[in-house]
Each structure stands twice: as structure tokens, then as C-alpha cells.
């Protein structure tokens, strides 16, 4: 009897481990536009050394000009709602809380940063077909008023 | 000469009863503390005007007791009072608890303690509080060094004495940082004076010394363990002189800011205002923190009973509390003064004496802090050789004055 | 009007490098500003970056500016993100109007305050982690990666410039960031500045037609705000407490 219900157990535990062993991994949205040309890993080892070298070049020295701005990561790794407006880091989808959340490494980065692109930019990027460079400008032009 | 025996304290039902209750207050800290940092300081009654509030008010008193309750060691090691040396190593650990309590409430009052970290490991050193970090952190260290070599055996008494030497300097230059924190604050009319640093030095003088008393007095006899009438009797007359002396130097701080027509206004909010702080200033402060205590230390000394020098003790800590309520807190509810010569309204409530109400959880928070003083001293005596088996007064002429 | 990176080529924009898109946005921030908005100070190439050779300061206008006005406050807060919620004891302010009554004379004034900008700012000083700091150019910014909240910052301020963020914040404008827990204030535009233009405030005291803000560069002889100096009496703000603060006052 017992070692039915080992066995049993056993069997059971494999099934359901085995079953669930492609969710423990998580789902990392795709982003919109190009790969990075250093590649995933690389990003995934030194994103954050490349932020913080690129927030302090932009906080102390001004230079807006930095290859890895927040701003630009949020932008392109923005993740579309129900709604087709992006969602924030407080809801399961959003792109750094997914693999965050897997790695349990808490991010600082949301509590002041919005999680949310600018509103009319990925309007832009979630227009198909794609927007002409008339409504690009008339974006840019509207930013600046 | 006889020896001193050390020994640790076998805990009573009333200790363990006393450690329940600790716990119990240290328990609601920490809850408020996870509370307030959830939902922000918004909960708090601290906010853009006043944005230092009662925590702040617990950790500074339990900071500066801190560097105080380390006297009663000094006199031993420093000055060569050999009669203090029974209570030298529980003197030691107070200082260290006090300081852990202060500490803990200062640290978990931040926008963001969990930037701690942070806090400890990057510097600006034009700034006092940065210095003061340092300044906490290293008395933790001489502190627990001096201990060390007071309960080792086999280290030499001149070694003692220089590790308490160094020990009295740092706790010096200690409160000399935590004075400065507001005497260095040129922008606000009651703060803006060199007077804070000493100030603050004699205070901790006087609230260490009281503490110290009060612990003693009181957790002492729960041990089963004999105190002398007569060694109360003597700290409590160097406690009277401290309170004096406390008086003393509000005096001089108060007659100078009046005398400074540009900080009339602020002596005259707190010396003779509407507010609470005028009472808080005489009655508390004064008064229950200074006159009467002091009149019950001194006046016959000889004839000052061990309840009566308890009692001074829990008046000069409350109006210790009630001193630096109102240098924080006066100190912000006072307005900033932009423009001198106008009559000012703003939306930011300028030109306004600015309202503090302290809500449960900053009480919650200082409370606890100076609960886990008590209960890190509880816990020292406990597990180590700290408390002598007794403290009885074959050794102490009552008549010999302390200094 | 040809925009630099998109060369007048249908491209996607999924498809563009990130950065020439936002270059290219910037560029034209800084030649294409509302029609009817006179350019009170030009602030140089955008994407330039802190330069110790400037020095960005205001001055105001306290005999333009108007009592009841409050442009320059709801174009910051617009700007920047925050908003009075009704709560005034610990909501945000970065620029405040200030109501002045002369103790003796009676007089009747107005005027904006926010950050001073001080040479030697008192918040720089005792920070204790540093996280504020003065910029080569003389913003004087809270770095809120280092912030503590410890708030000493706002003990010493002599202006009362600075505000503590109670409550957790959303949806933050994505060039001011801001949270809960850190001390922020008026960052003088800097993002603006540092692409080349003035600061919302200044934009919208124009805009109302007071124009009693002026921006520029202090270092710069030939800017507008220097001359203006140069010619007209002005004073700091606690001037008596020698911080050489880059927003001056005049007929104050």
C-alpha cells in the first residue's frame, strides 16, 4: 500500500512538474522596433550599468544625447493593453516587470519613472498602417507648443 | 580592595513579563513604520511645513541620552572615580542601546529607508549629517571596544583608560554633531546659533545621567540584586547640577536670540506667544525639567531619598522631551521669515505659524524606538557578565562630592 | 520643413533608431515654439550639455506681475506633473505666488517664488548623501536615485522651496520624474533649458501678456537678462545671507 502511494505520488508530481515546466519561465513581451545590436544576453547582464552611467551623464552633466535613456526603453518595450494603450508596471504584462519578477530582483527604477510611454507616441507605433511622416511631424510639432 | 563581581541576570517572571511589554511597543513600531512607508508620509502628521516631527523629537532624546549615559563610565575611566567602575560596563551598554533606539527610529522615519545603504556608503562631507553618520556608527565601535576591554581579562588598566578616553572625545565630538545639526541651519531664526552644539552637550549630560538613573533604579531591584541608597543619592546630586547647568544654558541661548532684533519675533513666539509652545517652554521645560527637579537634587541633599531622586529623574526626562519638542518643532512652526519688512500669504503657508499634530503612528514609532533601547539593554544584561552582583555602598562616601 | 532623420522618406517609425527619433523631435523644439511667443532668452544648441561657462538665472518683475494671476503656477505644475490635490499642508508646490504687504507703507505686491538657484545653496550643503547637488550651470537639481527623504534639505532652505512627495504618485510626465519619499523642487526647466529653451513659467508670463519673468544667462553680457541687470536695480532674496541666488527681484 505504501509504495502504491509512493509510486502514485511520484507519477503524479513528474506529470505536473513536467506539465507546468514551460510556465515556471516567463513570458517576456516582444518590443516594438529593432533588436539591440549587442544582443540579449548583454542586455540582460549590463542593462542596468548602461542606465545608471546614462542617468548620471543626463542628471549631473545635462547630455541628453546618451545611447541607453530610460526614456527610450520604456518607449520601444512598451507593451499594449486590452484598450491598445500600454500598460504600467503595476499590471503583469509590462516587459521589466515580467522578467523581474521571475529574477526577484525588486526595480527601483517605477516608483518616480512613469512605466508608461508618452501617450501619443505609442499611439503612433500601435497605428497600422503605418503613420506617415506628416503625422509624425504634426506629433512632434504638438510636443513642442 | 575588594573585587567586583559581574554576572549575568537570571531573568524573573517580572523581567520576562517587562520584555513581553517591550516587545509588544516594538512590535506596533514596526508596524507603523510598514504602514507609513506603504501609504507615505501622508498618514503622518508631518508635512511640507512641519517636516520634522515627533519621531524626530524621540530619536534626537534618545540619541543625546545616549552620549550622556556613557558619563558614568567616564568618570570611572576618564576622571579616576573608581567607585563608578561597578556600573562602568552597564553604562557602556546603555549608551549603546540608547543610541540603537535613536538610530532606529531616525532611520526608519526616511522617505526611503530602504536607501540605507545608500545613506552609509555615499558622503557629502559639507554636510553634518553626513558627518553625524559616521559619528554614530564609530561610537558603536569605541563603544563595543571599550566594553571589550573592560571585561577581558588581563588588559591593562592604562589600556582601559585610553579606550575610554577615546570613548568620552568621540561621544563629545558626537553630540557636538548632533547639536550642530540645528545650530548650523542658518536659514531659520531658531536655529542659527553657535550656542547648540554645547547646548546639547550639557543636555545629553543631563538626560544620560537621568536615564541612566531611571534603568537602573528601577530594572536594578527586578534583578534580585542589592543598590545602595547612598550611590542614588550621589549621581543624583550630579544630576541636580546638571539640570542647573541645562537651565543655564537655555538662559543664555534665549537672552541673546531676544536681544537680536532680528530674531525677536521668534523668541517672542516662544518666551510669551499664543501657542502652546510658550506653556511647553515654562511649564515643561522649565519647571518640571529644570526648577523642580534641580530644588529636589540640591536642596538637602543629604536628606534626598532614593524614590525622590527617581522621581527628579522621570521630571527631567520629560521635560528633556519637552526642551527638544519645542527646538524641533517650535523651530518649523515658527515662519520662515523671506521678506522681513512685508506681511506674507501664500498658498504654502507663508507668513503662518504652522500646526503639528502628531498622529498614533509617529507616537508608535517613537515609542518604540526608546523600547528597543531598553530591551537591547535588557537583553545585554542578560546574556553577558554587565550588572555587578551588587551595588552596595561599602565603597562610596556619600559626602565625597563627584567632581 | 525637413526633419533631419526622417530625410521626407515614408519610414516606419518601428523601424527608425530610437535615438534620431527623439533627436529629430528635439531639433525641432528648439527653433518651432508658439506663434506670438516672443524668444525671451535663447539658451544654445540643444543637447548641450551642462556648461560651466553659463550661468541660468530669472529675473522678475515684481511691479508686472499681477495679484491675481496664477500662469506661471498652473504652467508648472502642467509641465512638470504636479497638482494641488486639495491638501495644500503637504502637497507639492515647486513655484508658489506670494502675497506681500508692506509692515509700515502698506504697499500691495505679487511676485512668484520657487528654488533661488543659489551660487552656495544651503540644501547643497547638508544633504548628506548628496543627492543635492548644483548643476556647472548653476541648476540646483535633487538627484533622486540618492535621496534619502531625510528632508534636511528642507530645514535649511531659506526659501522653503523644496517639498516632500507624501503619497505615491502615477502617470509622472516623463521628463520630470518624481516619487514617493524624495524632495523635489523647481528644476528651472531643465530639460527644457537643455534643449535650448525657457522654462514653462516664463513661456506662460509672456504668454498672459505681464512678461514679468525673464530667463537667460547670467554669465552672458550680451543676453537679455544681463543687460537688464546691469541697468536696473535688483536684489536676492536674503541677500543677507550671501547666497548670490540666480533668480533676482527688481522694484521689490
Not at chain 1, 505609442?122 to 512632434?140: F, M, N
Not at chain 2, 516631527?53 to 540619541?63: E, K, R, S, T, Y
Not at chain 2, 556613557?70 to 553604562?91: D, H, Q, T
Not at chain 3, 506662460?204 to 537667460?216: L, N, R, V, Y
Amino acid at each position: 500500500m505504501k509504495r502504491f502511494i509512493a509510486s502514485f505520488l511520484i507519477v503524479f508530481l513528474a506529470t505536473v512538474g513536467g506539465a507546468s515546466a514551460g510556465s515556471l519561465y516567463p513570458e517576456i513581451p516582444k518590443a516594438v522596433g529593432a533588436a539591440h545590436p549587442e544582443g540579449n544576453a548583454f542586455m540582460r547582464i549590463n542593462h542596468m550599468k548602461l542606465l545608471r552611467h546614462d542617468r548620471d551623464e543626463t542628471m549631473r552633466l545635462g547630455n541628453r544625447d546618451t545611447q541607453y535613456s530610460l526614456k527610450d526603453c520604456v518607449a520601444c518595450h512598451a507593451v499594449m493593453g486590452p484598450d491598445a494603450l500600454p500598460i504600467s508596471v503595476k499590471e503583469e504584462g509590462h516587459f521589466c516587470r515580467s522578467c523581474h519578477e521571475f529574477a526577484a530582483v525588486k526595480v527601483d527604477c517605477f516608483q518616480c519613472h512613469n512605466s508608461k510611454p508618452d501617450e501619443g507616441f505609442t499611439a503612433l507605433l500601435g497605428k497600422s498602417p503605418a503613420a506617415t511622416v506628416e503625422e509624425i511631424s504634426a506629433y512632434l510639432n504638438g510636443v513642442t507648443q | 580592595m575588594e573585587r567586583t563581581v559581574y554576572s549575568e541576570v537570571t531573568p524573573t517572571p517580572a523581567i520576562w513579563m517587562l520584555g513581553v511589554l517591550l516587545g509588544a511597543f516594538i512590535a506596533a513600531a514596526g508596524l507603523s513604520v510598514l504602514y507609513i512607508e506603504h501609504h507615505g508620509h501622508i498618514v503622518t502628521g508631518m508635512n511640507n511645513q512641519i517636516v520634522w516631527g515627533l519621531p524626530h523629537v524621540f530619536a534626537i532624546f534618545l540619541i543625546v541620552a545616549a552620549s550622556g549615559a556613557l558619563n558614568v563610565a567616564s568618570i570611572a575611566s576618564v576622571f579616576g572615580k573608581i567607585e563608578n567602575k561597578p556600573m562602568a560596563r552597564y553604562s557602556g551598554l546603555l549608551s549603546i542601546s540608547l543610541l540603537a533606539g535613536g538610530l532606529a527610529v531616525l532611520v526608519l522615519d526616511l522617505g526611503r529607508p530602504d536607501r540605507l545603504i545608500v545613506a552609509m556608503t555615499t558622503y557629502n562631507f559639507t554636510s553634518i549629517f553626513a558627518w553625524n553618520i559616521i559619528l554614530y556608527n564609530g561610537f558603536f565601535a569605541i563603544v563595543g571596544a571599550y566594553l571589550f576591554v573592560q571585561m577581558a581579562r588581563g588588559i591593562a588598566p592604562n589600556v582601559i583608560r585610553a579606550v575610554g578616553t577615546a570613548a568620552f572625545v568621540w561621544r563629545l565630538a558626537l553630540t557636538t554633531g548632533t547639536g550642530s545639526i540645528f545650530g548650523w541651519l542658518v536659514a531659520r531664526s531658531g536655529y542659527d546659533a553657535a550656542i547648540m552644539a554645547p547646548l546639547f552637550i550639557i543636555m545629553s549630560f543631563s538626560f544620560g545621567l537621568a536615564f541612566f538613573i531611571l534603568v537602573l533604579g528601577t530594572t536594578f531591584p527586578l534583578t534580585n540584586r542589592f543598590l545602595g541608597p547612598n550611590l542614588i543619592k550621589r549621581l543624583g546630586r550630579l544630576l541636580g547640577v546638571f539640570a542647573v547647568a541645562v537651565l543655564y544654558f537655555t538662559a543664555v541661548r534665549h537672552l541673546t536670540n531676544f536681544y537680536a532684533a532680528e530674531h525677536g519675533d521668534f523668541e517672542r513666539f516662544i518666551l510669551f506667544g499664543d501657542t502652546m509652545f510658550t506653556p511647553l517652554f515654562w511649564i515643561g521645560q522649565v519647571l518640571i525639567g529644570g526648577v523642580i527637579p534641580a530644588a529636589m537634587l540640591l536642596r538637602h541633599a543629604e536628606k534626598t531619598s532614593k524614590r525622590q531622586v527617581l522621581a527628579a529623574s522621570i521630571l527631567i526626562i520629560l521635560g528633556g522631551i519637552a526642551h527638544l519638542y519645542g527646538i524641533i518643532i517650535g523651530g518649523q512652526a515658527f515662519p520662515l521669515e523671506i521678506f522681513p519688512a512685508y506681511d506674507v500669504t501664500s498658498t504654502f503657508a507663508d507668513g503662518v505659524i504652522n500646526n503639528y499634530s502628531p498622529t498614533i503612528y509617529e507616537w508608535a514609532l517613537g515609542l518604540g524606538g526608546v523600547a528597543l533601547a531598553v530591551m537591547i539593554a535588557g537583553m545585554g544584561v542578560v546574556a553577558l557578565r554587565i550588572l555587578p552582583m551588587s551595588l552596595s555602598d561599602a565603597k562610596i562616601d556619600p559626602t565625597e562630592p563627584d567632581f | 520643413m525637413k526633419l533631419p532623420a526622417l530625410n521626407n522618406e515614408t519610414v516606419r517609425p518601428a523601424e527608425m533608431n530610437r535615438r534620431d527619433f527623439f533627436k529629430s523631435g528635439a531639433a525641432v523644439a528648439s527653433v518651432t515654439l508658439a506663434p506670438g511667443v516672443t524668444l525671451m532668452a535663447f539658451g544654445g544648441e540643444a543637447n548641450a550639455n551642462a556648461d560651466a561657462g553659463k550661468r541660468w538665472g530669472m529675473l522678475i518683475d515684481v511691479n508686472k506681475c499681477a495679484t491675481d494671476c496664477n500662469a506661471c503656477v498652473t504652467a508648472c505644475s502642467t509641465e512638470n506633473g504636479w497638482k494641488m490635490d486639495g491638501n495644500p499642508e503637504t502637497d507639492a508646490q515647486w513655484i508658489r505666488k506670494v502675497d506681500l504687504t508692506h509692515k509700515q507703507t502698506g504697499r500691495e505686491a505679487s511676485l512668484p517664488m520657487m528654488c533661488q538657484h543659489c551660487e552656495t545653496p544651503p540644501c547643497v550643503d547638508v544633504c548628506p548623501t548628496g543627492a543635492s547637488f548644483k548643476r556647472a550651470d548653476g541648476i540646483v537639481l535633487v538627484d533622486k536615485h540618492t535621496c534619502i527623504g531625510c528632508r534636511y534639505c528642507m530645514m535649511a532652505c531659506p526659501f522653503k522651496a523644496r517639498s516632500f512627495v507624501h503619497e505615491d504618485v502615477e502617470d509622472q510626465a516623463a521628463h520630470a520624474p518624481r516619487g514617493k519619499g524624495t524632495v523635489e523642487s523647481c528644476t528651472l526647466c531643465v530639460h527644457r533649458v537643455d534643449e535650448g529653451g525657457i522654462p514653462a513659467c516664463v513661456e506662460s508670463c509672456s504668454a498672459t501678456g505681464h512678461g514679468a519673468m525673464m530667463f537667460g544667462d547670467l554669465n552672458d553680457p550680451a543676453s537679455d537678462i544681463a543687460q537688464a541687470l546691469k541697468n536696473y536695480a535688483s536684489i536676492g532674496l536674503r541677500d543677507d545671507l550671501r547666497l548670490n541666488p540666480g533668480v533676482r527681484y527688481t522694484n521689490l
